[in-house]
């Protein structure tokens, strides 16, 4: 069952985090893809129009 803060940001499609991005910590606005799954089920997935190091989306994802 998902969480109702998961809920929100996943009907806003989109969610604001922070990163570091070329040495400099900076707000990026992730919008959110429902991908189908299934007959009646979908996965989430976050993207970003710049670059961020692997290291760095590693620690996001570790945190979150």
């Given amino acids: 069952?998902?969480?109702d803060?998961?809920?929100k940001?996943?009907?806003?499609?989109s969610v604001r985090l922070r990163v570091r991005?070329?040495?400099m910590?900076?707000?990026q606005v992730f919008k959110i893809k429902k991908v189908?799954?299934?007959k009646d089920g979908f996965?989430?997935?976050?993207?970003?129009?710049r670059v961020i190091d692997m290291?760095?989306?590693q620690r996001v994802a570790n945190e979150t």
């Fill in 5 to 7: 803060a998961a809920k």
């Fill in 43 to 49: 996965f989430v997935e976050l993207f970003l129009d």
């Fill in 25 to 27: 910590l900076q707000f």
């Fill in 36 to 38: 189908p799954a299934g």
């Fill in 55 to 57: 290291s760095e989306l």
């Fill in 21 to 23: 991005r070329s040495g």
């Fill in 9 to 13: 940001i996943i009907a806003d499609g």
């Fill in 1 to 3: 069952m998902l969480e």
